[in-house]
């Protein structure tokens, strides 16, 4: 079997195992059911997110005129806290950053190389901890927008890691936390303005990912400079694929590029 399409991250349905869709234009492939099987990935050509045209891709999966011009790829995406439209101020594109940033969003803590704290808005829970390869969660306050929550993130991470350690998440090397201890534990630190969102009596989230054997030493897969990478695939956490060989790539990080996928 044959199939090609411009990488997007894999879709996510949080069942007693975690479920991986990958869009390929004309099919979804559920990822789960080629556990165990060869597969053969190849580089053919690059297709902006956005503009859709064959342009080399910058960051996000855009081309770098588009990552400078686009709304979807603005500042206060990565650093919330830089967010303004509860302010009425433009950054691109005012009418997008009201409709993404004024709805409520959750601050949470997750575990997946370490306990981080993050931000997301409340429709994409629990994806964006599956996402990060968190193998259980909390949510810490609920806020109305995305500035709120940003300013929380900030004051949070004095006090706790707001970065992943990708090796590490794929390693399984990670110790069991009490998520609601840190919660209280870092309760004195959150923002006034923010406090009144506090999320009392929270229980925490677990997942469970779909992989057979954790790499020891993983390897990252470069396939623009490979061209063409063959293996088993072993398992899928994050937005990481798993091969046998301890291979792992990264799907998120190789949006827009256009990719064939042959199963055997």
Same mark, same amino acid.
């Given at each position: 079997m044959q199939y090609q399409g411009v990488l997007k991250k894999m879709t996510t349905e949080n069942l007693d195992t975690v479920q991986y869709y990958? &869009?390929?234009?004309?099919?979804?492939? %559920?990822? =789960? @059911?080629?556990? =165990?099987?060869k597969i053969t990935l190849s580089f053919v050509t690059y297709e902006c997110l956005n503009c859709h045209l064959e342009k080399q891709i910058y960051r996000q999966g855009f081309c770098k005129k588009c990552f400078f011009e686009t709304p979807n790829a603005g500042d206060w995406i990565m650093r919330p806290e830089l967010s303004k439209a509860h302010l009425g101020e433009e950054d691109r594109d005012l009418e997008y950053e009201k409709r993404v940033q004024l709805q409520p969003h959750i601050v949470y803590l997750a575990n997946s190389s370490n306990v981080k704290v993050g931000v997301t808005r409340k429709q994409q829970v629990p994806t964006r901890w599956i996402d990060q390869?968190?193998?259980?969660?909390?949510?810490?306050?609920?806020?109305?927008?995305?500035?709120?929550?940003?300013?929380? !993130?900030?004051?949070?991470?004095?006090? $706790? *890691?707001?970065?992943?350690?990708?090796?590490?998440?794929?390693? %399984? &090397?990670?110790? &069991?936390?009490?998520? $609601?201890?840190? @919660?209280?534990?870092?309760?004195?630190?959150?923002?006034? !303005? *923010?406090? @009144?969102?506090?999320?009392?009596?929270?229980?925490?989230?677990?997942?469970?990912?779909p992989v057979d054997k954790y790499p020891l030493k993983p390897k990252s897969l470069n396939i623009v400079k490979e061209q063409n990478y063959t293996g088993t695939l072993v398992g899928i956490k994050g937005q990481y694929l798993i091969f046998e060989d301890e291979t792992v790539f990264n799907v998120r990080a190789n949006e827009g590029l256009v990719i064939e996928i042959k199963i055997t």
């Open positions: 990958l &869009d390929m234009k004309s099919d979804f492939l %559920n990822m =789960n @059911q080629l556990l =165990n099987k390869g968190a193998h259980e969660a909390i949510e810490i306050v609920e806020v109305p927008n995305r500035y709120l929550a940003g300013i929380t !993130e900030v004051a949070l991470k004095e006090h $706790v *890691a707001d970065k992943t350690n990708w090796r590490k998440m794929l390693k %399984n &090397d990670i110790a &069991d936390e009490s998520l $609601v201890s840190w @919660q209280e534990k870092l309760k004195a630190f959150i923002p006034e !303005e *923010a406090l @009144q969102y506090f999320i009392e009596d929270n229980k925490e989230t677990a997942i469970n990912f």
